[in-house]
Every structure is written in structure tokens, then in C-alpha cells.
């Protein structure tokens, strides 16, 4: 994936700084005893609006995008600020039953397909791959 980036002139050894610092930031995002941020949080994802991205809370779906900015989710409406009230509770939405790899692996995508082979016309089938859960 990243050789596309050096391919269309980037130094090699800047992308993987690049992508070295980003699995870095990830690594400190999932911290679960990281405090919160302060001013900070305006700006960039931190570990108290990462863990809302892992929720499976309704009120917590589909939101918390960013990997290294939260800006863009304020920006475009996918921010949701945990609450205290509100326990995460992570998991799926739908419990999975089994412990086969290839279940485990390939079940969104099998229920992917089969929601749009059940979508009738192009709207629906549209709001299948780019709709809200």
C-alpha cells in the first residue's frame, strides 16, 4: 500500500517515519489508563474519544473516526464526547457464535453481501455500503 506513495516521489525512509509514528500514536490512543487531555482533546483523538470509537452502545455507533485528529469528526458531524453516564460497553452489536477464524474474519463482509443482495433498487443498495448502521 505504501510503496504507491514512494512510487509517486516521496522519500522512502520519510514514509516509513511516517507510518512508524502513526503506529506509535495508536499504541498511546488504546492506553486505557492515559487521563484526559485538557485542551488538547479539541484537536487531536486521544484514548477518552477512542474508546467511544470501540463501544457498542447505540448511543456510541459510528462515530470517533480520526486516527491521529479528532478535528474532522467535529467538523463533520461523527463526534460523539463520551459520558459518564453512559458505561462502554465493547463487543458487537450482534453476538458472534463460533470460533472459526474464517467466521470471525469474513462475517461483516458476508453480512455486507447479504444485505445488499437483500436491497431493492440503487438507493437502498447505496445506503447499504455508505448509510449509518
Not at 499504541?27 to 489508563?33: E, G, K, L, Q, S
Not at 488538547?40 to 462515530?63: G, Q, R
Amino acid at each position: 500500500f505504501y510503496v504507491l506513495l514512494v512510487w509517486l516521489g516521496f522519500p522512502p525512509l520519510a514514509v516509513t517515519a511516517a507510518v512508524t509514528l502513526n503506529l506509535l500514536y495508536q499504541f498511546w490512543v488504546h492506553a486505557p489508563w492515559m487521563p484526559r487531555l485538557g485542551p488538547l482533546e479539541w484537536l487531536l483523538n486521544t484514548p477518552t474519544h477512542h474508546k467511544v470509537h470501540h463501544a457498542s452502545n447505540p448511543e456510541y455507533l459510528d462515530c470517533n473516526y480520526g486516527g491521529v485528529l479528532i478535528v474532522f469528526d467535529r467538523l463533520f458531524g461523527t463526534f460523539v464526547e463520551y459520558r459518564p453516564e453512559i458505561p462502554i460497553r465493547y463487543g458487537l452489536t450482534r453476538p458472534l457464535h463460533s470460533y472459526n477464524p474464517l467466521r470471525i474474519a469474513l462475517h461483516g463482509w458476508l453480512e455486507l453481501g447479504r444485505d445488499l443482495l437483500r436491497a431493492r433498487g440503487l438507493r437502498a443498495r447505496l445506503g447499504v455500503l455508505v448509510g449509518r448502521p
